[in-house]
């Protein structure tokens, strides 16, 4: 539990770091992110697709 909870700390802490230093783009909603993951299947689908 310790453990988890330092690399859980680790991980916020280098997070909010980066954030603060670097640019870094936003992440889109889940359901934008969704969205764009169902179409790109869906054309993957229909590009190789068999007549």
Same mark, same amino acid.
């Given at each position: 539990?310790?453990?988890?909870?330092? &690399?859980?700390?680790?991980?916020?802490?280098?997070?909010?770091?980066?954030? +603060?230093?670097?640019e870094v783009p936003r992440v @889109?909603?889940? &359901?934008?992110?969704? +969205?764009?993951?169902?179409? &790109?299947?869906? @054309?993957?689908?229909?590009?190789?697709?068999?007549?």
């Amino acid at each position: 539990m310790i453990k988890f909870l330092l &690399t859980f700390g680790a991980g916020i802490y280098v997070g909010i770091y980066v954030t +603060q230093n670097f640019e870094v783009p936003r992440v @889109d909603e889940p &359901t934008k992110l969704w +969205q764009k993951t169902s179409d &790109t299947i869906k @054309d993957f689908l229909d590009d190789h697709k068999k007549p």
